[in-house]
């Protein structure tokens, strides 16, 4: 049975009663990762057959899909307040059973607006899926900085089942229908929640629902002092929102940079492309693994951010299918763990694991998608493309800022 209080380990309050709870929680999150990441790499692969399918042209269909981005906006906003009153692990039960319910209403949907609301509920699926493994990652560790490195081989599983996805997505289109894609992923999720029922994970309640009776005793400093709100945090929430965006610029420009500024076939871009998404995942389990434990989370985020900066100002500088096969590679290779590092250096600020700063973290992050995306397009349109790709590294550099400012602030605060 779990506890009914917290297990304590230095300043850092746990949500585990025992090490193999906190294992088996890491495992849960893992395979909840791997099947989100598949799942939110379908739509890519149906707009073609779900255009054909409503008669619709394949633009308006990413026009509908982008709405669906908000369910994932809107779950991350609300996904704290929801663990805080059901856990982590019941939460993951909740996405799960949403995925299932969106899916399968998909195969039937009778036109394009019930479908784009279902897309919606999936996205909300997913939403709930990222704050609540992200907030069970963070009660599994107990020192400040180990944290990046977990989230870091959390994220390797979410790139795995994004990178296979295409592949499989393709085969069960080309030789049964786009159906039979939404069928898939309910079956997923179905296995998901039979994994989850085995494991039997024993989560406590959020620290600070534990703790609600004490603080209400407490006056209007210690209540401030203890809010997770803090100027560190927020600081680094908009270097998350600032590396979303970042990332959002490399996702939408590289391909065309590539096809119409350097003329690369469609087919040396594929390979490209993909290169960067393989270097990512490789970085994250490699850097997750063995260096990002064993350095200053800070130190890592400011050197990665001016050599990313670097390396897109040299992207944008050559000219030929090797130098920019090179430079890609490093590029996947130093932005893996930077979203990952970047999450769990936040949220380390507040010194404990709280489900409303996860959410926090998550949404404002999150918001660099579609404002990234929508802010490429419209500068991209009015000055160019090279204007909108030079926008990367004068974000990176002022993640370098931010990354500093807040720690000047945790040694005064600690001093």
């Known amino acids: 049975m779990a506890q009914a209080g917290v297990v304590m380990s230095g300043e850092r309050k746990m949500i585990f009663t025992t090490k193999v709870d906190s294992t088996k929680a890491v495992l849960l999150t893992f395979v909840a990762f791997l099947f989100g990441g598949f799942q939110c790499a379908i739509y890519g692969m149906l707009t073609v057959p779900i255009a054909e399918h409503f008669k619709i042209t394949s633009s308006m269909i990413v026009f509908f899909d982008s709405f669906g981005l908000w369910g994932q906006i809107i779950a991350m906003a609300i996904g704290g307040f929801i663990i805080s009153r059901i856990k982590g692990k019941n939460t993951l ?11 399968i209403v998909s195969v039937i949907s009778p036109n394009i607006y019930i479908y784009t609301s279902m897309s919606f509920l999936c996205n909300m699926a997913i939403g709930f899926i990222l704050v609540s493994c992200n907030y069970m990652i963070m009660g599994t560790v107990t020192e400040e900085g180990k944290s990046a490195g977990t989230l870091s081989i959390l994220n390797v599983f979410f790139s795995a089942g994004f990178m296979i996805c295409p592949i499989i997505i393709g085969v069960l289109i080309a030789n049964l229908s786009w159906k039979a894609v939404f069928i898939l992923i309910a079956v997923l999720f179905a296995i998901f929640i039979a994994f989850m029922l085995l494991l039997n994970v024993h989560e406590l309640i ?16 210690e209540k401030k002092k203890e809010s997770f709100l803090t100027l560190p945090l927020i600081l680094t929430a908009i270097a998350f929102f600032l590396i979303v965006y970042v990332e959002q610029i490399m996702n939408y420009f590289n391909q065309p940079h590539m096809m119409e500024d350097l003329k690369f076939k469609i087919e040396v871009v594929g ?41 897109i100002v040299a992207f944008l500088q050559i000219s030929t299918v090797a130098a920019a096969l090179v430079i ?71 993640i370098v800022i931010l990354v500093a400012v807040v720690r000047v602030i945790h040694v005064k605060r600690t001093a």
């Open 328 to 398: 890609i590679a490093c590029l996947g290779l130093t932005d893996s763990c930077m979203y990952p590092s970047l999450l769990g250096h936040g949220l380390d600020q507040i010194g404990r694991v709280s489900p409303a700063a996860t959410s926090f973290m998550i949404t404002i992050g999150s918001l660099g998608i579609p404002l990234g995306t929508a802010g490429c397009g419209l500068i991209g349109e009015a000055f160019g493309r090279y204007a909108a790709m030079y926008l990367g590294p004068v974000f990176l550099i002022i």
């Open 93 to 103: 039960m909740l996405a799960a059973i949403i995925m299932i319910i969106g899916s």
């Open 271 to 311: 390979a490209i492309v993909t290169t960067y998404a393989f270097c990512q995942m490789i970085g994250r389990v490699v850097f997750g693994k063995f260096l990002i434990p064993n350095v200053k989370v800070h130190k890592y985020l400011m050197i990665s951010a001016v050599i990313y900066a670097i390396l």
């Open 206 to 221: 959020d620290s600070a629902r534990a703790d609600k009776l004490e603080r209400k005793k407490q006056n209007i400093e």
